[in-house]
């Protein structure tokens, strides 16, 4: 994962990103990644439900 840190607090599910990174262009270039899991990830403390997220946060290259 980048720029993505999980956090289960009770039954909540918290996810912080930190907007100000960014880790360059998609691979199709049309955008700039902030944040991904890098595919689907396990919930920590929750991998005995199969419970799992799979997040990217990315904002559109400027030309």
Sequence with gaps: MKNVKL???GTQLVITVDL???FGPSSSGKNIIIATTEGNQTVPGKEDQG???GLNVYRRKTQ
């Design 7 to 9: 956090d289960v607090h």
């Design 20 to 22: 100000a990174q960014d």
């Design 51 to 53: 419970v799992k997220i």
